[in-house]
C-alpha cells in the first residue's frame, strides 16, 4: 500500500498523477487532511495539530487493515508521515519526504 499526505493547504488530488503511474504496483491511497479541503470541519479547533493528525492516520491505516506501507508526504503530510513511523508497531516500510521543515514561522 502506498499513502500520500498533502501539505498544509492542499488536498489528496495533488497525488492524481502519481497514483496513476504506480497504480499497477500500489493499493494507492491519497486521503484529505482534516480541515479547509474536501473534508469537513472539526469542531474542536485544537485538532488541527500534527499529533492530532499522527493519530487520525493511525486509525486510517488500522482501519485500512495496512500490514506494510510506503508513504510519500509533502510538508504537513511528511511531517505526519514521520509521527506516523514513530508509533509502536508502525506499518510505514518506506518514507519519502518532499519538503518537509522542522517549524512554520508565523513571521511574513
Do not use: E
Not at 486510517?60 to 510519500?72: E, K
Not at 508502525?90 to 519526504?97: A, N
Request: aromatic share 6%.
Amino acid at each position: 500500500m502506498l499513502v500520500c499526505v498533502h501539505g498544509l493547504s492542499r488536498q489528496g488530488r495533488d497525488f492524481d498523477t502519481l497514483s496513476a503511474a504506480l497504480r499497477g504496483h500500489y493499493r494507492v491511497v491519497c486521503p484529505d487532511v482534516v480541515g479547509p479541503r474536501q473534508s469537513d470541519w472539526l469542531a474542536d479547533p485544537m485538532g488541527y495539530a500534527i499529533p492530532a493528525y499522527v493519530a487520525g492516520h493511525g486509525h486510517l491505516l488500522a482501519r485500512l487493515d495496512a500490514d506494510v506501507v510506503d508513504w510519500v508526504g509533502t510538508s504537513m503530510g511528511g511531517l505526519i508521515g514521520l509521527g506516523v513511523s514513530a508509533l509502536p508497531k508502525s506499518p510505514v516500510r518506506r518514507l519519502v519526504l518532499n519538503d518537509v521543515g522542522p517549524v512554520i514561522s508565523r513571521r511574513r
